[in-house]
């Protein structure tokens, strides 16, 4: 079973950073891509950011030019900086991760939150 803890959320100002990270119970270069989403209040869950085990990087438009998404593989860890934060950021982040082996294996973690107020 694999186990994926999200850490870093919390309150902040805007326009203010924070890093969040997410730590698999395996080997992070094992999956095919791994993702952070987030879901407000009534509002669907959405992807923020991803990046594959070949290094591609994908954001939404909301995210374009102030987060970034890396990975370390030593550490089982991925990554999500967050710049210039909006209150419109506000959210409960979840930590994604996929394993294509035949079919497709989704795996989440519990969600950290953001909260972006002054």
């Known amino acids: 079973q694999v186990q994926l803890v999200e850490s870093g959320g919390g309150l902040v100002q805007p326009g203010g950073s924070l890093r969040l990270s997410c730590t698999a119970s395996?080997?992070?270069?094992?999956?095919?891509?791994v993702g952070w989403y987030r879901q407000a209040p009534g509002k669907q869950r959405e992807l923020v950011a991803a990046i594959t085990d070949g290094g591609s990087t994908n954001y939404a438009d909301s995210a374009k030019g102030r987060f970034a998404i890396s990975r370390d593989n030593a550490k089982n860890t991925v990554y999500l900086q967050m710049n210039s934060l909006e209150p419109e950021d506000t959210a409960v982040y979840y930590c994604n991760a996929k394993i294509r082996v035949f079919r497709q294996y989704t795996y989440w973690g519990q969600g950290t939150q953001v909260t972006v107020s002054s």
């Open positions: 395996r080997s992070i270069a094992s999956f095919n891509d």
